[in-house]
Structures are given as structure tokens and as C-alpha cells.
């Protein structure tokens, strides 16, 4: 079982940055990928990236250059590093594990509570 903890949202001016966490609970944790997505009012979830066991990463085009995923196993803690944010950034992030690597966000199969992010014009 993994338990799910993000962190790191709040209100920032567009320009600026945030770096959300995800903290998991669980020995296995570095034995899956785990993903960010987000969900806009009135817009369907969406994958923001993906980092695998072994570090591979995915990137949707929208945040190519602009996000990082990484991930520290010895903290069971994965990052979105979000730079150069944008209003169309804001939405609610939510982190989750799957165990095969997957861009696919209805297959993860733990997920966090998620974590407000709005980027004020």
C-alpha cells in the first residue's frame, strides 16, 4: 500500500514559480512511477508529467521546458519543479503511483488529495 501527500501550492504571479511535493508512505515506493496531473474548473484531468522507477520521464507539451519531475527515493518524495508559470497553470495538482510507468491517468491506482495552484495574471 502507498499513501499519497502533496504540498507546495498556493497563489503565485505569472512569471513565477512553485515546487509542489509528493510524500509517500510505503517501502515499495521507489519500485513505482509516479505522475503528476491537474484538473481545471470545468476541464478534464489532464497528465502533467510522469517519472518512472528508473528515472524516465514524460512531459505534456504545454510544460515542456518549464516543468521538472524528480524524484529523491531515500525521501520517498517526488517534485514537480514549475517554473515560468502561467494562469492557464491553475488548477488543482494531484500526484499518484502506479506501478508500470503510464501517461494514462485513469490507470494509477494511489492518488493524493491534491494541492491548489493558481497563477494570478
Known amino acids: 500500500q502507498v499513501q499519497l501527500a502533496e504540498s507546495g501550492g498556493g497563489l503565485v504571479q505569472a512569471g513565477g514559480s512553485l515546487r509542489l511535493s509528493c510524500a509517500a508512505s510505503?517501502?515499495?515506493?521507489?519500485?513505482?512511477?509516479v505522475g503528476w496531473f491537474r484538473r481545471a474548473p470545468g476541464k478534464e484531468r489532464e497528465t502533467v508529467a510522469v517519472i518512472s522507477s528508473s528515472g524516465r520521464t514524460y512531459y505534456v507539451d504545454s510544460v515542456k521546458g518549464r516543468f521538472t519531475i524528480s524524484r529523491d527515493n531515500a525521501k520517498n518524495t517526488v517534485y514537480l519543479q514549475m517554473n515560468s508559470l502561467k494562469p492557464e497553470d491553475t488548477a488543482v495538482y494531484s500526484c499518484?503511483?502506479?506501478?508500470?510507468?503510464?501517461?494514462?491517468?485513469?490507470?494509477?491506482?494511489?492518488w493524493g488529495q491534491g494541492t491548489q495552484v493558481t497563477v494570478s495574471s
Open positions: 499518484g503511483a502506479v506501478r508500470d510507468f503510464s501517461i494514462v491517468w485513469s490507470e494509477y491506482i494511489y
Open positions: 510505503g517501502r515499495t515506493f521507489s519500485t513505482y512511477a
